[in-house]
């Protein structure tokens, strides 16, 4: 049992009047140790082999009979709230598993114990008024998850992955949403922009050249230059009125 395991407990007790001394949490364990090691024992007798770990209602009942033996509620698992909150046997079996498959690995309880405690604060501000109750409850007996979720997120590899896509698949049945440990998917860094290579421009179109004019013999100056007349005139003519000047 973990520090924050028998933290939770301790709390749970003295939440009801009790102060849980040395003696009296020995006792505990020795009941669960008791009810783990007679749930093999029916798995032997049974089927003349033990093949698996203990299941998740099998936990619970062991956990439950410990604690009711011992005068307390069994809310004072820590699991007790959890499983209630999920409210299927289905989910309940593919949380308890990777607790079992992340049990003695510091990451994987770091990660377990951090995304338990986001899946409670979903759930005691989506789920009804009695789930929210439940997990207001269990939220109020838990250690601050502030330094286990900022340890948490800085884990990476194959067992983040796991744990993250056990609890996607838990928060989507039961909240409808994936879960919100791992936050968003980061955004990924901008790399060089590639710029396609220029298609070919066309030529733009000739500008059409003013027929030419056939001369009649007789040279007459442009528009735009100030003259004094036809050849062989006596004074200015023509060219009185407005001209063309470029850039106008």
């Known amino acids: 049992m973990g520090n924050s395991a028998i933290n939770f407990m301790k709390l749970s007790a003295q939440s009801t009047g009790r102060i849980l001394s040395a003696e009296e949490l020995d006792g505990i364990y020795r009941k669960m140790a008791r009810g783990y090691l007679d749930a093999l024992q029916a798995q032997l007798q049974n089927q003349g082999a033990v093949t698996r770990d203990i299941n998740h209602q ?33 989910i309940r079996e593919a949380y308890w598993g990777e607790v079992l498959a992340s049990a003695g690995d510091p990451i994987g309880d770091i990660l377990m114990a951090a995304q338990t405690q986001t899946f409670m604060a979903t759930a005691s501000v989506v789920g009804t008024p009695h789930v929210k109750a439940i997990a207001d409850s269990w939220r109020a007996r838990v250690d601050s998850p502030s330094t286990i979720i900022a340890a948490g997120r ?41 710029i ?10 000739s500008v059409p050249r003013p027929p030419k004019r056939r001369s009649s013999g007789r040279r007459v100056p442009p528009p735009t230059t100030r003259h004094n007349g036809h050849p062989g005139g006596s004074g ?7 001209r063309l000047t470029i850039g106008n």
């Open 236 to 242: 200015p003519v023509g060219n009185t009125g407005p």
């Open 196 to 205: 396609p290579a220029p298609t070919s421009i066309a030529p733009p179109p």
């Open 154 to 194: 800085g884990a990476s590899g194959m067992v983040a992955e796991r744990i993250n896509t056990v609890f996607n698949t838990i928060s989507n049945n039961v909240f409808g949403m994936p879960s919100a440990f791992f936050g968003p998917p980061s955004t990924p860094v901008p790399g060089p922009v590639s």
């Open 58 to 90: 099998e936990a619970w009942a062991i956990h439950n009979k410990a604690f009711i033996e011992s005068g307390l509620t069994p809310d004072t698992w820590t699991l007790n709230s959890v499983f209630s909150v999920m409210g299927s046997d289905a």
